[in-house]
């Protein structure tokens, strides 16, 4: 019974993490008018969809923010383990090594 009560807390903040960047992302795409749309959330992770031209700046926008830091959590952040394929559960590894060169390179020149 304690460790339910002690992973209690633990899930909850983590389900509220994922649901305030769930929120953030989903409006940053609006805002931008992006075709990208969040398909799915599913325990920590976020499955999004993107047509190709907007893969670069959909995965930027959604690594920026699942990574930025949790108030509630004195300020920690978490890595982002990003993939990018073409059918669920199918990762490319060259694409998504190029989508993470581009965000680095983003995140270096200021603009991510």
Same mark, same amino acid.
């Given at each position: ?39 799915? =959330?599913?325990?920590?992770? %976020?499955? #999004?969809?993107?047509?190709?031209? +907007?893969?670069? /700046?959909? *995965?930027?926008? !959604? &690594? ?12 920690? =952040?978490?890595?982002?383990? %990003?993939? #990018?394929?073409?059918?669920?559960? +199918?990762?490319? /590894?060259? *694409?998504?090594? !190029? &989508? ?13």
């Amino acid at each position: 019974m304690e460790r339910q009560i002690v992973n209690f807390g633990i899930q909850s903040t983590g389900s509220e993490t994922l649901s305030r960047a769930t929120a953030l992302v989903h409006q940053e795409y609006k805002k931008k008018e992006m075709k990208s749309g969040i398909v799915i =959330s599913h325990h920590d992770a %976020l499955y #999004v969809e993107t047509p190709p031209d +907007e893969i670069h /700046e959909a *995965a930027l926008i !959604l &690594v920026n923010i699942m990574e930025a830091p949790v108030p509630e959590l004195n300020n920690a =952040s978490f890595p982002v383990d %990003l993939g #990018v394929g073409l059918r669920w559960g +199918e990762v490319d /590894e060259e *694409a998504t090594k !190029l &989508v993470m060169k581009y965000i680095t390179e983003s995140k270096a020149m200021g603009s991510g």
